[in-house]
């Protein structure tokens, strides 16, 4: 894992500054500090920076990227992990393909080289992004991952085309415009963002299983985005009916212990995150299993018990014979590194897991180590949110009784009264663009289209005239397609819209590689590998939720790993204590609040309404708010005090300047990269290894 950047100019003739280049390499030195490369090709106006952490061949010089074919013809930036490389390798070896480093990273040039794009990508498995410049055809490609594990952002300027793994990178190079659009604060303040969006005016994300194809034609750009992957649910009545519980069973068990073999592939030790959820206590007892050693497994604790789940991970710890280390956290830490968090999140939190997970990754970089394998993936493709239990028993059972109906969701409601506001909405919430789309409003949404009616009064005249008949839904409507959803049962459709939405745009974002690579761990989530999700789509509605039983398909597969109390217990939502939790986390969050949301530091930044955002606390304290209100307000809160962060980070902020202060800090320069020194002792973290 890594991290890149590059330059496309419009017109080839037009110089790369390479010492740009190099500043954009060290601004996400974060992400790799083992060393940097850069490299342009002569005449023809394209450059590209890496910054690398070394997981696979550590010989620094001989797996320096970015990689250039021999003949000149191709560039290449990848960041991420390609598994099953070592058979890829050696095929093409044997067909003749000659190999300089033992990096994964190099198939992907030699696989181009040999066979294009189109018939490269159905072999990378994994988790990357990664850029190509093919000088023959005189364009850019700009590939994302199946799932948007790894990021990768882009935006034109007068002179061409920045891309890079942060928006920060894209900030180093002056000609990157740095403001809010009104449409992307809309989100930031609502949680929910628009598919393939960020918050900042004409910066875009590419989406997950897309590539990005820039050429040039006559001094200008022609650009075209297009997916090579779905999440491909089978139509009702496509799956096969013959196929017995047990087969199914059999097959997820097996796909996901491949899945978790090729991931404990590395050069350096592999851990795993560990808490009490059947996601991880999963993936801790495969790897267990796999492992000729004992495994390292990293726990988040709270000081609040109903949120807390280390006993459960110090059971299953145990059982496998793994090192354990706890790491408890208060209102105080979670609170206390917001800031630093958002720098690396680049977008607003609802809750204060991602610095939960941010302080987790530097505990991980403490104990020399780069990379744990996770639990994301899990519920999106067994159906394990409390969210699609509801929606299953809403709209996908039709000969559930009306009165066994409603008891159901009266025990759902009951059994998530905690995140009641976050995870499930208080009231249903019917949006007609999603309806029309998905044939209802999936419950995964409702909480966030919820805040929605809350936030013209929260923006500043100008941004609330802009956003006068705005419609957040129908943005977000606008992106699913609609021939993945046509013909499908209600279950697979809610599972879909979360993959597309929530998975990529927050639990992959501020839950996962932006916070992990703050400290550079790698995270390698098992369960969003494309072979298990194929054997998992397969799976009938019924076997995913069976009854009142969330990913019961699942629970069967690992039973015999998995401790009895969690074999039994119902799905719990993995978040840290809200802000109303206890006084301690209320007084934290008030002290950044005093900060941010004050009337001068609200004009400032132009963002706000300053009386809206005091009717908003002043609703938060009544004594009449519901505990699922206080929730939600909870969330705005954060994302008030977060929009302001980000305005101070990356609006207010000179980030060029920055950029080339961190590349002199370093030490890096321009035609130094073999004698530059691993960058963690200048950056605060443990030299992993």
């Known amino acids: 894992m890594c991290g890149i950047g590059g330059i496309f100019q419009r017109n080839g003739d037009q110089p790369i500054d390479e010492q740009l280049l190099v500043n954009m390499a060290a601004i996400q030195v974060h992400r790799g ?170 910066v875009h994300q590419l989406l997950p299983g897309h590539v990005l194809t820039v050429r040039r034609r006559g001094g200008d750009f022609e650009i075209s985005d297009r997916p090579y992957w779905d999440v491909n649910f089978p139509r009702q009545g496509e799956r096969d009916g013959a196929l017995s519980e047990t087969h199914h069973i059999e097959a997820v068990r097996a796909a996901l212990l491949e899945a978790v073999e090729v991931r404990m592939v590395a050069d350096v030790p592999v851990g795993c995150y560990l808490s009490g959820g059947i996601d991880s206590c999963s993936i801790l007892g495969l790897a267990a299993a796999v492992s000729q050693n004992p495994v390292r497994a990293f726990t988040i604790g709270f000081d609040d018990a109903r949120y807390d789940e280390t006993p459960i991970a110090t059971e299953m710890a145990e059982a496998t014979g ?26 607003s939190i609802y809750n204060t897991l991602a610095v939960a997970k941010f302080l987790m990754s530097r505990e991980v970089n403490r104990s020399h180590y780069k990379v744990v394998m996770t639990g994301e993936g899990s519920d999106e493709l067994f159906g394990g949110y409390p969210a699609f239990r509801r929606d299953m028993f809403l709209h996908g059972l039709d000969d559930l009784p009306a009165a066994e109906r409603q008891e159901w969701e009266q025990l759902l409601q009951q059994a998530n009264a905690l995140v009641q506001g976050a995870m499930l909405a208080e009231e249903q919430v019917h949006d007609p663009a999603l309806e029309q789309v998905v044939g209802f409003t999936p419950s995964c949404l409702q909480p966030w289209l919820a805040c929605a009616p809350l936030v013209p009064e929260l923006l500043a005249p100008e941004h609330r005239e802009a956003c006068a008949g705005y419609d957040p839904g129908a943005a977000i409507a606008a992106t699913l397609d609609p ?76 039973r015999g790993l998995l401790p009895e109390v969690l074999y039994k217990r119902e799905k719990f939502a993995f978040m840290a204590p809200p802000a109303h939790a206890d006084a301690q986390k209320r007084a934290a969050m008030q002290t950044l609040a005093d900060r941010y949301l004050n009337t001068e530091a609200i004009e400032r930044a132009g963002l706000l309404d300053a009386a809206g955002v005091q009717a908003l ?48 800090a370093l030490g890096w320069r321009l035609h130094q990269e073999e004698q530059a020194e691993p960058a963690y002792a200048r950056i605060g973290m443990s030299p992993a290894g």
């Open 33 to 202: 500090p083992d060393g940097f490369g850069v490299r342009s090709l002569p005449g023809q106006g394209v450059g590209f920076c890496h910054a690398r952490l070394s997981i696979i061949d550590l010989d620094a010089n001989r797996a320096r990227q970015p990689f250039v074919s021999e003949d000149g013809q191709v560039l290449m930036a990848h960041n991420g992990e390609f598994y099953d490389f070592q058979r890829i390798r050696a095929d093409l070896s044997a067909r003749g393909v000659r190999f300089t480093s033992k990096s994964d990273s190099e198939i992907l040039l030699r696989l181009y080289q040999e066979r294009g794009l189109e018939a490269t990508l159905p072999l990378l498995r994994g988790e990357f992004a990664f850029a190509l410049f093919d000088r023959a055809r005189d364009e850019l490609l700009l590939v994302r991952d199946r799932f948007g594990v790894k990021p990768q952002y882009w935006t034109l300027t007068d002179e061409g085309l920045v891309f890079g793994s942060e928006l920060k990178v894209l900030f180093a190079h002056p000609g990157v415009k740095r403001q809010f659009s009104s449409e992307g604060l809309f989100h930031q303040l609502m949680q929910a963002v628009v598919p393939g969006s960020t918050a900042f005016e004409e």
């Open 322 to 347: 793994a090192e354990q280390l706890v790491m408890r956290l208060s209102g105080n830490e979670l609170y206390g590194h917001l800031e630093d968090t958002i720098w690396h999140a680049e977008r």
């Open 483 to 558: 021939a993945q959803l046509e013909g499908r049962h209600a279950l697979d459709r809610a599972q879909y819209v979360w993959i597309k939405t929530m998975l990529e745009g927050q639990i992959l974002t501020w839950g996962g590689d932006r916070v992990d690579m703050a400290h550079a761990m790698e995270a390698r989530p098992a369960f969003l590998d494309h072979h298990l999700a194929a054997v998992a789509v397969q799976v009938p509605p019924e076997l995913r939720i069976k009854g009142k039983t969330e990913k019961y398909v699942l629970r069967e597969a690992m």
């Open 617 to 664: 606390f002043e609703r938060h304290d009544h004594p009449d708010t519901s505990a699922a209100q206080r929730v939600q307000l909870d969330a705005v809160i954060n994302h008030l005090i977060c929009v302001q962060i980000m305005h101070r980070l990356f609006v207010a902020a000179d980030l060029p300047a920055q950029a080339r202060q961190r590349a002199d």
